[in-house]
């Protein structure tokens, strides 16, 4: 198999890379937006990146892939406990939103859309939805007691059962599971990455990601479980909807992030996000209320959007040549977690769309529209020390000289400056990386290279 799917090198050499499929369809690689690859391929391109980024260019620095959150390492009771109390409402405790890891705000606002999908239903199947929480019940109060190896082939067995009704609850339309269990792309990616690892038996038997078994079982155990469909857009509800509400409401409003706001509607809209109420933002909402709730999202961020292994390689992307800045910073965009590339993605957006109305401009009729003077320079001033920066602890690290803080200060807007303007094409992914991932996929797994190709060629 592996001799029937391969590139035609001969193109290689000239920057065009095509492929051919089993099928013996050619399929040339063409620039495509991060956002539209599989998971295991943005796994993979990670490493890619990685691997030119230490070949190709020096930073000064110490390079290391960010870790994707802590809530993928929770134990299989925490799991179950978690699933069972999602119909409480007293969550006044626990915060759904503000100053936790930005994998479970993402992880929350997938369980608040389950729950509004869930309500839509009609009696009959939300009774069903109801058994279901039972089911948990029982698997939680089972999962108490350490089972044999014999046991835990029936745990999964439950477990899977469960799962596929919860997901049923998701989506009214969707076909029996039986059916739907044996078809590639059966059950929704939002689903797929709430998996953890007792699960995994689940995903097998969806067949959504099974690359081959392969000699490296440390890393490629991994790629079992990431699916060969693109991950669902990873944006936080409280980003997402404060950036609509700005760029319907406020595009014209003089200076949308340095007015003041009332902190007792801040901190109310706040309160209400954290406490998983579906808030919708409108008319009546302040533009720096939601201005002021947007940059305190972003700043109590346990860990920085741009994380903090990447710190020192953003900061240092400024002392390369003009022409080598925008490439550095395209590979190190790729190092970040997919819900931190998506969460950048879409700020950047709403960025780029708040700089383009920063100056007077003229309608059709002569009359004059007032600027918000909000100059890219000016966004990045405002974001850049919330995007990127060091744990503000006594960390020898961080106690440096005032003067270097202050040209750190400035590189740091220089990078989110930098990022705005090409925000374009920072989430491009250019044929001869795509090319690399492809030919690291085929050593290993030729079958899942063929699929990725048909998709392609279907796109």
């Not at 991060?34 to 391929?41: A, F, N, P, T």
């Not at 606002?109 to 199947?125: F, N, V």
């Amino acid at each position: 198999m592996g001799d029937s799917v391969f590139l035609d090198r001969q193109n290689s050499y000239l920057g065009d890379f095509t492929w051919s499929s089993l099928s013996g369809r050619s399929v040339r690689l063409t620039p495509v937006a991060i956002q539209s690859l599989s998971e295991l391929e943005r796994a993979r391109l990670q490493e890619v990146a990685y691997t030119r980024l230490l070949q190709d260019y020096d930073l000064g620095c110490q390079i290391t892939i960010p870790k994707d959150g802590q809530k993928r390492k929770k134990s299989l009771r925490r799991k179950l406990d978690s699933l069972g109390k999602e119909k409480s409402k007293d969550k006044e405790c626990v915060p759904q939103a503000f100053s936790i890891p930005l994998s479970q705000v993402i992880a929350n606002d997938r369980a608040h859309r389950q729950r509004q999908d869930a309500y839509r239903l009609d009696p009959p199947q939300r009774e069903e939805h109801k058994d279901s929480s039972d089911l948990v019940s029982s698997i939680l109060q089972f999962a108490t007691k350490r089972p044999s190896n014999k046991e835990l082939s029936s745990s999964n067995s439950s477990l899977s059962s469960t799962s596929e009704t919860a997901n049923e609850s998701t989506s009214p339309n969707t076909p029996e599971s039986a059916p739907r269990v044996r078809r590639r792309g059966g059950m929704s990616v939002d689903s797929i990455t709430d998996l953890d690892d007792n699960q995994s038996r689940l995903l097998e038997a969806l067949q959504l990601s099974l690359p081959a078994e392969t000699p490296s079982k440390k890393e490629k155990h991994r790629d079992k479980r990431l699916s060969l469909n693109p991950i669902y857009r990873q944006v936080p509800r409280v980003v997402d909807s404060c950036c609509q509400h700005i760029e319907k409401y406020g595009l014209q409003t003089v200076g949308i992030f340095r007015v003041g706001s009332s902190k007792k509607r801040v901190r109310q809209l706040r309160e209400e996000f954290d406490r998983g109420v579906d808030v919708q933002l409108d008319e009546e909402h302040s533009v720096h209320d939601v201005a002021a709730l947007l940059k305190e999202f972003l700043r109590d961020m346990p860990d920085p959007l741009l994380t903090r292994e990447l710190y020192t390689a953003f900061i240092n992307t400024t002392l390369l040549e003009l022409d080598e800045q925008q490439s550095v910073t395209q590979l190190l965009i790729y190092l970040l977690p997919a819900c931190n590339s998506d969460t950048l993605h879409r700020l950047l957006e709403f960025l780029s769309t708040v700089a383009d109305h920063a100056n007077d401009q003229h309608a059709k009729d002569g009359q004059e529209i007032p600027g918000n003077k909000m100059t890219s320079l000016n966004l990045a001033t405002i974001f850049g020390p919330n995007l990127l920066h060091k744990q503000k602890s006594s960390d020898k690290e961080f106690s440096v000289q005032s003067s270097a803080r202050a040209e750190e200060s400035t590189a740091v807007i220089a990078v989110l400056q930098r990022m705005i303007a090409g925000r374009q094409t920072l989430f491009m992914v250019p044929p001869d990386l795509q090319n690399e991932v492809l030919m690291s996929l085929l050593e290993t797994d030729p079958d899942v290279v063929d699929y990725l190709l048909r998709r392609k060629a279907s796109q």
